[in-house]
Structures are given as C-alpha cells and as structure tokens.
C-alpha cells in the first residue's frame, strides 16, 4: 500500500504529467512522468513478501509498575535473498513500539530488544507483531503480520512491611501445619504420606480410592489475619495517580501477611477481591489479583464493611481509602470491636496537608500517606505503638 508522501507523489504526478504536456512545459511533463515512475518502482520494490520466522519473549512477563520488562525478538531470515529496509512494529496496549531491523542475510537471525511501558498496572496485551517492508524513499510500504498476542501483567508496587500484630500469636510453623493444638486447626487439603506424619491424620476413604497413601493437612486459624479494604471509588480519590498510590499500599500490607504465610481477605465496595488462607504462593496472588482492580463510580464506601459484620473475631483490619469523598467511612465504627486492631491509610498528594485534620472515625488511628517511603516509616511506627 502507499504511504501518504507516496499518495502525494502519485497526485502531483498525475496532475503534472498531461498539463506539462498540454500547455507545452517539457520539464513539468517530464517531472510528472518522474513522479509516477517512482511510485511504480516502489510498490515493485516493496511487492516481494519477506520470508522470515519471528518469535518474541516478553521478559519479564510479570513486573511491579514502573519496573523495566523488555521485549527479546528474534528474526531469522528464512529466504534465499537478503532482506533490506525492514522495521519491525509491536503493538503494546494503545501504542506501537517500532524498532528498524538490519538487513538480514539468508539464513541469519538478529536479536531486537524494545522497552516495553510498565507506568500503569493492568494486563498489557503485546502484539500481534507486523513486520513493515518499505522502500528507500519511503512511498510505500507492505506490512506482514507474524505470531499471536502475549501479556504483560504489570502489578502493583511493593515496599517490604512488617506484620501489623494483632493479638495473637504467630504460630512457628506458618498456617499449614502439622504440629498446632488441634483445637486451633482445620482441614485444608489432603496430601501423600511422607515419613513422620501422624497416622491418625490418614484418610483412608482417599487412601482406598488412589492406591496411595493420603492424609488430611491442616491449617492453624488462630493464625494472626489481616482484613484489608480497599476504596476504589474515583470520588475518593483526587486523581488517578492518588489511586495507583493506594493500590500500592493495599498491595504492600497484604503482601506483607502473605509472605509470613498469613491469611488475608481483600475487599471492597465493589465486592470480596481475594481470599488467601496463608498457604502457597499466596502473595504472588494477591498482586495478581491488584493487578486488575479498577476504580469504581459506586457512591459510598458502605458495602466493603457489611460482610465484615459476621467476622469470627481477631486479627488486624486496614483500610486505605483517598484523601477525597468519605461517604461511608464511617461504617468501620460498626465492625472495628470485631477486630484487635485497626487502621486506616489516607492516600494521596494531600495527605501531607490533612495530617491535622480530623477525618472519619477520628478515634481510629489514621496514617496520612503521600509515597510508598511515607508508608513504609508510618507503618513501622504503627507496628510497634
């Protein structure tokens, strides 16, 4: 196809060409038949369909937001002729990434490398990729595509927390454990028998049925837990970047449990987010599962808090809210004595100037938050007041 010089040049040819030749002007005739010639060259030069094999890795595929991810493409000239005048576009969420290829002789592969954007969170799709063929003088161009779509999942970032204590011991041995009191354990999953475990953890209905030997895991719940809710109301919030900030902080206080092997449960107004019970690779999804989350136009904040009011009782609860509308904040006076101890996180650029201001629930301790390093000194101090 032409590219708009190429359309360009093929109109002033074409005008050109029969007015030089009818008002008797040699040299604008001969121009206009230059014009048309050169187009016809570079749709010829541009007709042959290059024949390479493309593979693209997205490294890393998972990355916190700001961090680099890179794209790694490879190129193998396939053909018996060397390839010239190639670029290589990528398409990366609502933008292209457009990176020249060398000439590429026959049999020969090149390696490009692009940076790829990582300033937002959320699944980035990653193609497909279109190989652009054009000519030297840029009038037209064939573009090929090549391969399929990949993702980015770009996540929320993190700063390392400590464990918010709540009342309640820290059991040595993580949420799955084989050695707590029994009367603070529960079934979680059935596994095989490994040398030492208590025979009187053996199911054997399993047992009977696989033909391997299968006995009940348990999980300590008197596990200290954290309860987080997140506001996800756009009102709540003075801009989008106030937002991203407080899903980082959301982010980093689950994270922080999830590493210890403590349980966590993320809501918010829109609903339950995610439920880990301290088992696994449980803050590897917890940032998946933030990854995603988007702002909400729900008017009130209300709703995150009545599921809270049948809470078994115990562990710590957060909530990290804007420094914008707190319709419905209150409702934690409702929940807060089912919990040994709670929190709230005001986020935004205004959390500097609000730190004098009573807000809602002004008998729950409050830390205003500007930055991620504001979280992590506040949080520090909260841990050990």
Do not use: K
Not at 67 to 85: F, K, M, W
Not at 144 to 156: E, H, K
Not at 318 to 341: E, N, P
Not at 370 to 380: H, I, M, P, Q, V
């Amino acid at each position: 196809m032409l590219s708009a010089t190429g359309w360009g040049v093929l109109a002033g040819g074409a005008v050109l060409t029969p007015v030089g030749y009818a008002l008797g002007y040699g040299e604008a005739a001969a121009l206009g038949v230059t014009c048309v010639l050169a187009v016809a060259v570079a749709v010829l030069w541009t007709l042959p369909a290059p024949v390479l094999g493309a593979e693209r890795q997205i490294t890393p595929s998972r990355v916190g937001r700001g961090d680099p991810a890179e794209g790694r493409l490879t190129l193998t000239n396939t053909g018996g002729r060397t390839r010239r005048g190639l670029r290589a576009v990528d398409r990366c969420g609502e933008r292209d990434i457009t990176v020249d290829v060398p000439p590429l002789r026959p049999g020969t592969a090149h390696e490009l490398r692009y940076a790829l954007p990582t300033a937002r969170r959320g699944r980035v799709p990653v193609g497909p990729l279109r190989l652009e063929r054009t000519d030297p003088l840029g009038l037209a161009r064939r573009m090929r595509p090549y391969g399929g779509s990949d993702t980015l999942l770009v996540r929320p970032r993190v700063c390392p927390l400590p464990v918010l204590p709540s009342g309640q011991a820290h059991h040595v041995e993580g949420p799955a454990s084989d050695t707590a009191d029994d009367g603070s354990l529960t079934f979680h999953a059935l596994r095989e028998y490994v040398l030492g475990d208590d025979l009187r953890r053996v199911h054997w209905r399993s047992t009977a049925r696989t033909g391997t030997l299968m006995v009940r895991q348990m999980v300590d719940v008197s596990l200290p837990h954290t309860t987080l809710v997140l506001d996800t109301r756009r009102r709540a919030y003075a801009s989008e970047d106030d937002f991203e900030l407080a899903v980082d902080c959301a982010a980093s206080v689950a994270y922080a449990a999830a590493r210890s092997h403590f349980p966590v449960h993320l809501v918010s107004e829109a609903g339950p987010v995610l439920h880990t019970d301290g088992s696994g690779n449980d803050g590897e999804a917890l940032l998946d599962g933030l990854a995603v989350v988007e702002r909400s136009d729900l008017r009130s904040v209300t709703a995150a808090f009545d599921g809270l009011e049948n809470h078994r009782g115990g562990g710590a609860l957060v909530v990290v809210t804007g420094t914008g509308d707190t319709r419905g904040l209150s409702a934690v006076d409702r929940v807060r004595r089912r919990f040994d101890r709670v929190t709230m996180l005001r986020v935004g650029a205004e959390a500097a100037a609000m730190r004098d201001v009573s807000g809602p629930a002004s008998d729950v301790p409050q830390l205003h938050v500007a930055s991620l390093d504001e979280l992590l000194a506040g949080w520090r101090w909260e841990a050990v007041r």
